[in-house]
């Protein structure tokens, strides 16, 4: 009876040691954390596309290779993509699960460790969406300009109207 429980609770902690973990920025996600976000603007928006990823996580139970799948990929690579295009709309800090290349990258690399599958560049990969209006460049008003040029012409002046006044050692 021992050697059977021993043999159980070592298969237990074996299996554990190789399941498929998710890790980014040194936290370890299961696969059942991998969508598990706080409530929020970007959840609600993509409910349906990250409620069938969740699902399709979900229903593979913890199996690699139904979890890197094309279709399993897939689906969680439209929830990510979703909730990237309202994180970029929202523009504000959200969960690092939101919208994440890591996460997406980190799957693939699970992916490649634990069942030597490795995933296309495109089957992780989030694009910019079409609202993308670049980054926030900051730009010298135009006050503060008139500021800076009235003070720099100023000082310039008077750099001239001294230099051309000094007098040589020898007059």
């Given at each position: 009876m021992f050697s059977f429980v021993s043999f159980v609770l070592i298969f237990a902690l074996a299996s554990r040691a190789f399941a498929f973990n998710v890790t980014v920025n040194n936290r370890n996600l299961t696969?059942?954390?991998?969508?598990n976000i706080p409530d929020s603007v970007v959840k609600t928006a993509c409910a349906t596309k990250c409620t069938n990823a969740s699902q399709l996580i979900q229903s593979c139970n913890d199996d690699t290779a139904c979890l890197c799948r094309?279709?399993?990929v897939s689906a969680l690579l439209q929830c990510e993509q979703c909730m990237f295009n309202k994180l970029v709309e929202v523009n504000k800090p959200m969960d690092f699960r939101v919208g994440s290349q890591s996460v997406l990258s980190a799957y693939?690399?699970?992916?490649?460790a634990t069942a030597n599958i490795t995933l296309a560049a495109n089957q992780t990969a989030l694009i910019l969406p079409s609202t993308w209006d670049q980054s926030f460049i900051a730009v010298l008003p135009v006050g503060g300009a008139i500021v800076v040029v009235v003070t720099t012409t100023f000082l310039g002046m008077a750099a001239i109207f001294l230099l051309s006044n000094m007098y040589t050692a020898g007059e």
């Open positions: 696969t059942t954390q991998i969508l094309a279709d399993t693939a690399d699970a992916c490649k």
